[in-house]
């Protein structure tokens, strides 16, 4: 309306909001990592699966952890028939999708790994992004707890593979079926009428998540009449009594020396129920097998406080901590936290078929796991700096390709500098920003001698600033020069030098 | 309205039209191809760069290929701020995105690379997935042909690296410059008045584009009036006289016995266009570089019928096509055809900066040319089916899973059967469903002897359809009886025997 088109309008050159871009050794550190979970996942007998990443709304189904949370929820639309469709929020969803149409072809078990991005539509916040990965594990179709005790081994054996060494890690253990006791003997689940109270329950699940967060006067606050937050939002509490809420807080509070004694004392929380005692009995099972595998309860312990926000689970539910100190952006220790959760969900599959399918299996936050690996130096896959063979007559390019492939030949990364040879400054500044361990440089008198240069990059960098004409380059000490006929050799010599430097 | 709600209404365990789950082996060979692809880019200096699926449209921009076809399109929606974001298309897009954004931080020239899938809302059919991957590799920044000439020859190392052996693809090559010199010839491109004709020129760009699939007549006919398909519609010719679409068909049909005689008869067809004359030039330069690598003719080759339906393109064009020989549906015998294609595209940073950024770049379709691998039987990691071991004693499951563990700590992938352990038969049946190349079996009778008998499967595969109890199963050749000491090396043994039988 009246506006002057002098100019077409540009787009901006930035990502949606909560998205971001990853480079270089961001993406090989997190490939080297997926690659050896992956390794440990199929060791076990574990299948890759991939589905796209678009299902149907209706299949994904409404079972995103704090519901509780505005905004919370997927990226969906409607297509030209206009039904809708989503992008999976997590690999459970389209795992049991998959389980109920083929489950007449899978081996049963199915036991299936699958990684990949899952997008969330919330709000994007500092170090919460709408994309990001997971990788999963999961058993279909297996009843007994054994495949449980599976997944929590599998996860130490996982975690010990991407470089977290065993004392930093812990993998906590409890089960649904106790907590379900426990609310038995707090009033708070009638098993003759297991849908009364239900909306209390989740109050209760989701208070006992936040522990950690809320500490426990605040889960107290809101097993009761509700909790007022820093920022005066007042969140509902389950409206338990203080003899209820007392239940409650004596079954988080249960881990005692041994996993031993945390049975004996969830086994008088739970009193006569007979969901919390089929429970307890399942927990013992798995205590059993791991422990039989070797594997301590410094590394997998029975923990009553760990719930898991997830409302679908049904048995055994587990969490990965990883217990060493880290030092947050205000200089605060704490420690590192949970990096993998998981658990038994018997009813997801049941949506799509009408009859319960077993299943149980872990999820790896994959951006947090490799966060913690930076964090100890254990992050693998470094893709190490080409070689920059160096233009010094753009004439000769065809020359400095083959020196390249010569290069390349041999196993050693190597490209040949393409942007405009004139001002060599520049070119040493490229090799610079290519983290480069070795320049060849080939002017034309190197070629009248059948002679090049070879230069130590690391070794150079310190003085590189201030060069700008290929003599200032030359009186470098980090300077050989060599025979054409050596390069090969000589280039791998050099690197060899510089890393055992 | 009046119905009855007896049951809740299920959701349907079905994947959205267009889509579909990769499984297994599928995921494997994939990821091994991939993996080969990405060590040979790695090698030219190419570094990973990972953005998310989702852009804004505006950033996306319109480029996706024929663009003359109806349904064509993106997935697209508004967000809660009601900016529109959608999947990408493609890798290209993405990749002028991030330079344009990051362009003062990243190396110039810019080699990169990425792998992942991408989307198009199109009109799904046999074989047409709206999910599928790409494996790029560009170099932004490099305005030298020698940037388009490295690529062209990567290509090669590509498809000859994950398994197409010399002989069975060829690198065809043309320059967008070459045609518009053409199209000056043909009087449909007036250097003066460069918007002139444009509508012209993109039906002829798509016209020859087609020639594979329509024929000389066929694209002679839409260089004219137009053309009706088999199905009746009528799709709209370019309107060139006769004189015009002779000069257009000469271009297509201009290649000669060998390259020098091809860049003559292109020379004599530019006339005296500058930009055809520039094109001719470049096309030399490229065929010299490639030359000087060692590369034949028989493996890159300058092509003036390839074009690429791609608007944006400008300057030197590849496609990779795969020339051996298949047998389609209907058993007619045809070439498996192309599976990579790219150019140099000048113009598409500039939408953000309004400066032109060089950029030249490739495009693999990986489910076609693993499809292609698959054809020619050199289709990489397969994973070994595990070793089963069998259940005889549900309350010994702790020494099942020992076994297992044994086994993996070898090397050799294990899994504990988890299902009912209670039909011996279905044990074997899941065994066989997981390609399970050793059964390991320890009952009663062999845990008091210290003994555990571990089965053949490939070799027991045939019989075991008739086996229901553990004494027929104890009464199959490709059984033995070890000491449950020796399990872990006589596994091995079996395995390595059937691997060389």
Same mark, same amino acid.
């Given at each position: ?23 270089? %050794? ?28 678009? #299902? ?8 995103? @952890?704090?519901?509780?949370? @505005?905004?919370?929820? /997927? *990226? ?32 049963? @078990? ?18 919460? $992004?709408?994309? *990001? ?26 975690? #010990? ?5 065993? =004392? ?9 079926? /106790? ?18 109270? #239900? ?50 807080? %004596? $079954? ?40 039989? &595998? ?7 312990? !029975?923990?009553?406080?760990? /719930? &898991? ?8 539910? *587990?969490? %990965? ?14 420690? $590192? ?30 951006? &947090?796991? +490799?966060?913690? +690996? &930076?964090?100890?130096?254990?992050? =693998? ?23 390249? %492939? ?10 040949? $500098? ?5 001002? *060599?400054?520049?070119? !040493? ?47 470098? @000490? ?24």
């Amino acid at each position: 309306m009246g506006q002057k088109n002098a100019k077409p309008q540009r787009p901006k050159a930035i990502q949606p909001r909560g998205f971001r871009d990853y480079f270089g %050794a961001e993406v090989a550190e997190r490939n080297a990592m997926l690659g050896e979970i992956c390794k440990v996942y199929e060791s076990y007998g574990f299948d890759p699966l991939e589905t796209s990443a678009i #299902e149907t709304l209706d299949a994904l189904g409404k079972y995103l @952890p704090d519901v509780d949370r @505005p905004n919370a929820g /997927v *990226f969906a639309w409607t297509d030209e028939d206009e039904d809708w469709l989503a992008l999976r929020y997590d690999l459970t969803a389209p795992l049991a999708r998959v389980y109920a149409q083929y489950r007449n072809d899978l081996p049963s @078990p199915y036991r299936r790994y699958a990684v990949g991005p899952v997008w969330r539509n919330e709000k994007p916040g500092p170090g919460r $992004f709408r994309q *990001f990965y997971q990788c999963d594990a999961d058993t279909v179709g297996a009843p007994t707890v054994a495949a449980d005790a599976e997944i929590a081994v599998m996860l130490t054996d996982t975690l #010990e593979a991407v470089g977290i060494p065993r =004392g930093d890690y812990v993998v906590r253990i409890n089960n649904r079926k /106790v907590l379900n006791g426990v609310m038995e003997a707090a009033g708070v689940l009638d098993p003759s009428d297991p849908d009364r109270h #239900e909306h209390e329950r989740g109050i209760v699940l989701r208070a006992i998540d936040k522990l950690d967060r809320l500490g426990t006067d605040g889960v107290r606050a809101l097993l009761g009449k509700g909790r007022k937050d820093a920022s005066g939002d007042f969140t509902e509490g389950a409206g338990l009594s203080d003899d209820q809420a007392a239940v409650i807080m %004596a $079954f988080m509070d249960a881990r005692r020396e041994d996993g031993a004694a945390t049975l004996r004392a969830l086994a008088d929380l739970v009193g006569v129920s007979e969901v919390g005692r089929e429970g307890v009995a399942e927990l013992e099972t798995i205590a059993a097998l791991v422990a039989a &595998r070797g594997v301590g309860e410094d590394r997998v312990m !029975l923990d009553p406080s760990v /719930v &898991r926000g997830l409302g679908y689970y049904t048995g055994p539910v *587990f969490e %990965a901590e990883l217990t060493f100190d880290i030092f947050d952006e205000k200089g605060r220790k704490r420690q $590192f936290g949970s990096v993998s959760g998981g658990g038994r969900y018997d009813g997801l599959v049941k949506r799509f078929t009408g009859q319960a399918v077993p299943a149980t299996g872990i999820s790896i936050g994959v951006d &947090r796991l +490799l966060a913690a +690996l &930076r964090e100890k130096g254990r992050a =693998g896959g470094a893709l190490p700096g080409p070689v920059v063979v160096t233009v010094m007559d753009r004439d000769r390019m065809a020359d400095y390709q083959a020196m390249a %492939a010569e290069l390349r030949a041999a196993g050693i990364r190597a490209e040949v $500098f393409l942007g405009n040879p004139g001002n *060599f400054g520049k070119q !040493l500044k490229y090799a610079d920003a290519r983290q480069s361990p070795v320049a060849v440089i080939e002017g034309p008198d190197e070629k009248a001698r059948g002679v090049v240069q070879i230069k130590d990059l690391a070794l150079g960098a310190r003085l590189a600033a201030n060069i700008e004409t290929h003599d200032d380059w030359k009186a470098q @000490p980090a300077q050989m020069e060599i025979a054409r006929a050596d390069l090969v050799d000589q280039v791998r010599g050099m690197i060899a030098r510089a890393q055992a430097g």
